[in-house]
Structure formats: C-alpha cells, structure tokens
C-alpha cells in the first residue's frame, strides 16, 4: 500500500520511510488517487536552475538558506551574491559560495517510473549584514537562472512585518496556471510590493496533499513563479510542518545545516520581535514542550512582541473542540503563563479571529488566536457554535494571507481575501493595560454592550 521507495534513494531514506509506515505516520491513500497519474510528468534533463527560493529561520539578519533544483545531478553548483547587481555577470559579483548542500529528491516509484528526477542544492549563507538587499544568481554546470534578490531581516527596532498563511494544497488542480494557490500567491507578490518591510511569509504548514516531488514540484514553481515581485525580489519562507507534510520530502524541500530539532525553533526578528514555530505533528509534551517552556521564559523578558506560529488550532474554527484539546492542555497554559501575544495557525482551512482567550474563557486580558489557513486549498464551511468566535471573535469559510505589522507600540493584524479585499483586522496595543481596555471595548461591541 505505501508507495515503493525508488531504487536510487539512499539508506537513510529507505529507512526513514519504513519508519514512518512502521509508526502508521502520514495518510495512506488508495493508489491512483495518491497524486493523480496526469500530474507526473517527466521532466527535461537539464542543468537550468529551478525553483529559486530562501528560508529563513533562527536570525533571518544574518543567515539565510537559498535554494535551486536542477533535472540532471550536475557537478558544479555555486552561488553568486553581492549587495549590488550585477546582471548575470557571474564573474562580478562579490562573493560566492561552492559549499551546496545536494541530493537527489526522494521519488515514489511512479514519479521515478515517469522519469521525474531532479536533484535539490542548498546554499547556507551566513554573516550576512541586517536590512540588506542581496542579488544573487545560482549556477549549475554553467546554467544560470538570472539575477534576483531578497532582503534580510532587520537588527533594529524598525517597524517589520509577516506574510503569514497556511493550506496551500490544492490537489490536482495543481497544473491549472490559475488555480487559487497560484492567485493567492500573486495576491502575496501584490502585498509585498505594497509593504517592503515585510520580512518573510510565516507559512503555518499543510503545503501539499504529501511531501512528495511531483507535488512539492508544482508548489516549488508557483512559489517562485507568483511570489517573486515585479522587481525580482524573491519573499523567503519561515517554514512549519503539518499533518500533510510529514514525507522526507519537506526535509529536502526545507533543509537548513543545523536541525536539532524536528521543526520547532525560534525566529528572533530584530530585538523586538520573537516567532516561536512549534511543530503539532510530534509529541507535544516531553523536550518539545521542555524547549517551549525555556524558550517563552528567555524571549518574553527581551521582546516586545512574542508570537508563536503552528500548525493544527487549540481553537479550532471548523473541526469539532475536542480536536483542540492536545494543544490547550500541552502549551496553551505556557503560552497564557508567558503572555505571549498572538498565536498563528492553519489546518481547518478558514479565516478566523478568536476573541481574546484566558483559562478557557472569553477575558480582555487573554490571547488572539488567528488562522486558519487559506492560501489555495478549498475553504471549508466554519462551525457557528464556537464561543470564541461568536463572543468577540470572527470566522469565515474563504481563502486569505494575513499582514502582521510589529510596531513599537502596537501589533496590526489585517486579513486579506484572494481579490485584496481587507476581511478582518485588529490593532494589539502593547501596553498591557492598554490593550485590555482595547479588547474590552471590541468585546462590548460584539455583545451589543
Ligand atoms: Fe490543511
Ligand atoms: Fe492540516
């Protein structure tokens, strides 16, 4: 029943997989509907980089791990990059770096059968300067894509901002040129030439239906194609891992030098502003919850805002409450103990706003649970017997992408739908004091008070 492994994947890979069947991980479907035969294509041998792309994670102001795939292995893989263009001089730029990390994808036997190969490379990029404009071309063999750039993250305090937004799975509808995740996407490239100052697309997980090549193939290209701006500003990613995203090929697809942990990890954005990305797809207790605990007690004295992304909701907005409850028991109390301010989520595939959440109960003093992912997959119809959203909180069953602006003295949360009509917003003043008599007065509106 789980797809053969091709017969060129490595040992661990082998292994990896047998794992995850042994422990019953991911979702075993009927052969034939797994990937849809007419979207396993073969593909051109070719040396010609795809699928450009950047990820940040821990310090987005110094680090960054840009990425390509190529058809055929190739030997020589570098990256060019300097803080002014250079066109596609290669020979021009300032630095460069041949120390790629790369492999072959992991192939399903079809996807191998269909000749699918391709290879991934990864480019660790380190000592990079803060709020810098980096152009860079990637090169295989001699073949280069052609010069584009993205901009680290800030050290300062400056106002920044997120793309945030989940449920990017769209099936078998993938190959359409205008299937939702694809104008989702634009709508992004629209918002991040409107906003320059935001930093990354937090994307809260569930990229594909499995994380194998011939899906994560159409998600790389759309990522690309549609995001990248006008001006060739290409919008990195601050990854999570969701129940859809549990095959190697994410590790392939997000692969960073240093990965102590399985997809949870702290990004620090300036020393204002702390993301803390948990991964809901584990155990939720144990050196995850013991590294949430001592993440949330060093962040919350150092920044002014704190904010945790994951995957599956505490709140959900259309699965049933009790789907909830792993998450409200293992770190909701953490996240109420440290105040943390805003918590991010996807999986239910809907736009929701909780009202603010303390102990179970609707209180002015408690936390915005926003999500739940609508960046292409079918929204799905929302619950309307929810307390937290009928009492000061909103849902709605529609695609969206959410603009979080991390200012001084406020955070500013917009939703936006596929055409850029504003769908929901909120202000989150950082004075505490301030921001419960803010949540009050929404509250007494929503009463009718
Ligand atoms: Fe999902
Ligand atoms: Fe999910």
């Known amino acids: 029943m789980f797809p053969r492994v091709a017969p060129k994947?490595?040992?661990?890979?082998?292994?990896?997989?047998?794992?995850?069947?042994?422990?019953?991980?991911?979702?075993?479907?009927?052969?034939?509907?797994?990937?849809?035969?007419?979207?396993?294509?073969?593909?051109?041998?070719?040396?010609?980089?795809?699928?450009?792309?950047?990820?940040?994670?821990?310090?987005?102001?110094?680090?960054?791990?840009?990425?390509?795939s190529t058809t055929i292995p190739g030997t020589d893989h570098v990256i060019h990059f300097d803080t002014v263009p250079r066109g596609r001089e290669v020979g021009a730029y300032a630095m460069q770096s041949r120390d790629i990390h790369s492999g072959s994808w992991t192939l399903l036997s079809e996807e191998d059968?269909?000749?699918?190969?391709?290879?991934?490379?990864?480019?660790?990029?380190?000592?990079?300067?803060?709020?810098?404009?980096?152009?860079?071309?990637?090169?295989?063999?001699?073949?280069?894509?052609?010069?584009?750039?993205?901009?680290?993250?800030?050290?300062?305090?400056?106002?920044?901002?997120?793309?945030?937004?989940?449920?990017?799975?769209?099936?078998?509808?993938r190959t359409q040129p205008d299937n939702p995740r694809r104008r989702m996407n634009a709508r992004m490239a629209m918002l991040l030439d409107e906003h320059p100052h935001i930093v990354a697309l937090a994307h809260t997980a569930d990229y594909t239906n499995r994380a194998y090549w011939s899906q994560l193939y159409y998600w790389l290209n759309d990522h690309f194609e549609m995001t990248t701006t006008?001006?060739?500003?290409?919008?990195?990613?601050?990854?999570?891992?969701?129940?859809?995203?549990?095959?190697?090929?994410?590790?392939?697809?997000?692969?960073?030098?240093?990965?102590?942990?399985?997809?949870?990890?702290?990004?620090?954005?300036?020393?204002?502003?702390?993301?803390?990305?948990?991964?809901?797809?584990?155990?939720?207790?144990?050196?995850?919850r013991?590294?949430?605990?001592?993440?949330?007690?060093?962040?919350?004295?150092?920044?002014?805002?704190?904010?945790?992304?994951?995957?599956?909701?505490?709140?959900?907005?259309?699965?049933?409450?009790?789907?909830?409850?792993?998450?409200?028991?293992?770190?909701?109390?953490?996240?109420?103990?440290?105040?943390v301010d805003f918590v991010a989520v996807g999986h239910d595939h809907s736009l929701k706003r909780t009202a603010p959440i303390l102990e179970n109960r609707v209180d002015p003093r408690g936390i915005v649970y926003v999500g739940d992912g609508g960046l292409g997959v079918r929204p799905r119809e929302v619950a309307t017997d929810r307390w937290y959203i009928n009492e000061g909180g909103m849902s709605l069953s529609?695609?969206?992408?959410?603009?979080?602006?991390?200012?001084?003295?406020?955070?500013?949360?917009?939703?936006?739908?596929?055409?850029?009509?504003?769908?929901?917003?909120?202000?989150?003043p950082h004075d505490r004091a301030a921001r419960a008599a803010h949540y009050e007065a929404m509250l007494g509106v929503a009463a009718g008070r």
């Open 9 to 68: 994947a490595t040992t661990h890979r082998v292994s990896l997989l047998l794992f995850m069947v042994i422990v019953g991980m991911g979702p075993v479907l009927p052969r034939g509907t797994l990937l849809g035969q007419e979207t396993i294509r073969p593909l051109e041998p070719s040396a010609h980089p795809i699928h450009l792309r950047v990820q940040f994670k821990n310090d987005p102001a110094r680090e960054a791990v840009v990425s390509w």
């Open 113 to 173: 059968a269909a000749g699918m190969d391709a290879w991934y490379h990864h480019a660790h990029l380190s000592g990079l300067e803060p709020a810098t404009r980096y152009y860079l071309t990637v090169e295989t063999d001699g073949q280069t894509l052609g010069e584009y750039h993205f901009i680290t993250g800030p050290a300062d305090g400056r106002p920044l901002a997120l793309l945030s937004g989940g449920d990017s799975r769209v099936g078998d509808i």
């Open 230 to 288: 006008r001006e060739g500003r290409l919008l990195p990613i601050i990854p999570t891992r969701g129940n859809h995203d549990l095959d190697v090929g994410l590790d392939e697809m997000f692969w960073w030098p240093d990965r102590a942990t399985d997809f949870y990890y702290t990004t620090r954005l300036g020393p204002d502003v702390a993301v803390v990305v948990l991964n809901t797809e584990i155990s939720l207790g144990g050196d995850q």
């Open 290 to 339: 013991d590294w949430l605990e001592s993440q949330l007690l060093t962040l919350r004295p150092q920044v002014r805002w704190l904010k945790v992304m994951m995957h599956k909701p505490a709140y959900p907005s259309v699965r049933a409450m009790e789907t909830g409850e792993p998450r409200r028991r293992a770190w909701v109390p953490l996240f109420e103990e440290f105040g």
């Open 398 to 428: 529609t695609d969206n992408v959410h603009l979080i602006e991390f200012e001084s003295d406020r955070m500013r949360y917009r939703a936006f739908g596929m055409g850029g009509e504003l769908l929901d917003e909120l202000e989150i």
